[in-house]
């Protein structure tokens, strides 16, 4: 079985769509398939929309992106794990070369990442050089992650010591278990971010967090980018 573990606050915008995509991607698999939503903490109708699209709902009250993806995996029952950010869309190739990768022998990977609709010049600059540097360091992007049930619990899951940076770590121990794969069929993410704030705010952030270090990423002090829950007001 495969089971696709989506993380969510407050994504009422576009959670309904991610699930979708899951299952079109899903359909022409063999394998059954189980679709997971971890509302952690939404004071919207995150919870209604995914069960609704015939997810399994689990509620946590954590407000941590690594604890919402534990918490899936823990109530997972395939051998297959996909973590899929409810603002990311998948579509067939990412699950059959993913399945053929692990039947490889591959202890887990991810895949390139594009951003939907129009983003400002800034910001297509800075993802293309971002992604560059951080795929050819054979990291994997946190809105789309896979491995195998066995290879995630070997690892113990994502470390919750973490309030951003949890997909670093993660594929740094699934590295030391054998050959990280990155898709080169990229994933369809949201460009909201890049949309909603100014090149000063997202650089200044980001050079923050370089500045700090590890320290900064085990705290939700001042990560207020990634935690804040400002969303679109409208589906794109």
């Given at each position: 079985?495969?089971?696709?573990?989506?993380?969510?606050?407050?994504?009422?915008?576009?959670?309904?769509?991610?699930?979708?995509a899951?299952?079109?991607?899903?359909?022409?698999?063999?394998?059954?398939?189980?679709?997971?939503?971890?509302?952690?903490?939404?004071?919207?109708?995150?919870?209604?929309?995914?069960a609704?699209?015939?997810?399994?709902?689990?509620?946590?009250?954590?407000?941590?992106?690594?604890?919402?993806?534990?918490?899936?995996?823990?109530?997972?029952?395939?051998d297959?794990?996909?973590?899929?950010?409810?603002?990311?869309?998948?579509?067939p190739?990412?699950?059959?070369?993913?399945?053929?990768?692990?039947k490889?022998?591959?202890?887990?990977?991810?895949?390139?990442?594009?951003?939907?609709?129009?983003?400002?010049?800034?910001?297509?600059i800075?993802?293309?050089?971002?992604?560059?540097?951080?795929f050819?360091?054979?990291?994997?992007?946190?809105?789309?992650?896979?491995?195998?049930?066995?290879?995630?619990?070997?690892?113990?899951g994502?470390?919750?010591?973490?309030f951003?940076?949890?997909?670093?770590?993660?594929?740094?121990?699934?590295?030391?278990?054998?050959?990280?794969?990155?898709?080169?069929?990229?994933?369809?993410?949201?460009?909201?971010?890049?949309?909603?704030?100014?090149a000063?705010?997202?650089?200044?952030?980001?050079?923050?967090?370089?500045?700090?270090?590890?320290?900064?990423?085990?705290?939700?002090?001042k990560l207020?980018?990634?935690?804040?829950?400002?969303?679109?007001?409208?589906?794109?």
């Amino acid at each position: 079985m495969i089971s696709f573990i989506i993380p969510a606050y407050n994504e009422e915008l576009e959670l309904s769509s991610t699930i979708a995509a899951i299952r079109v991607a899903a359909s022409g698999v063999t394998l059954p398939y189980e679709i997971i939503v971890v509302d952690d903490a939404s004071t919207d109708m995150t919870a209604e929309l995914a069960a609704q699209g015939g997810a399994r709902v689990i509620s946590i009250n954590r407000r941590q992106i690594a604890a919402s993806r534990n918490a899936g995996a823990r109530a997972a029952q395939g051998d297959y794990l996909f973590f899929v950010d409810a603002d990311t869309r998948i579509n067939p190739k990412h699950i059959y070369e993913a399945i053929a990768a692990l039947k490889a022998g591959y202890a887990g990977g991810s895949a390139r990442v594009i951003t939907d609709g129009a983003i400002p010049m800034w910001g297509r600059i800075f993802v293309r050089a971002f992604c560059t540097v951080y795929f050819a360091l054979k990291l994997g992007a946190g809105a789309f992650l896979f491995t195998t049930r066995r290879n995630f619990d070997i690892i113990v899951g994502f470390d919750e010591q973490y309030f951003i940076a949890e997909e670093v770590y993660f594929s740094l121990a699934l590295r030391k278990l054998g050959r990280f794969k990155v898709l080169r069929e990229p994933i369809l993410t949201s460009g909201r971010k890049l949309r909603m704030y100014s090149a000063r705010y997202v650089l200044g952030r980001a050079l923050s967090i370089i500045i700090r270090g590890p320290r900064a990423a085990r705290s939700r002090d001042k990560l207020d980018f990634w935690y804040n829950g400002r969303r679109e007001d409208r589906l794109l």
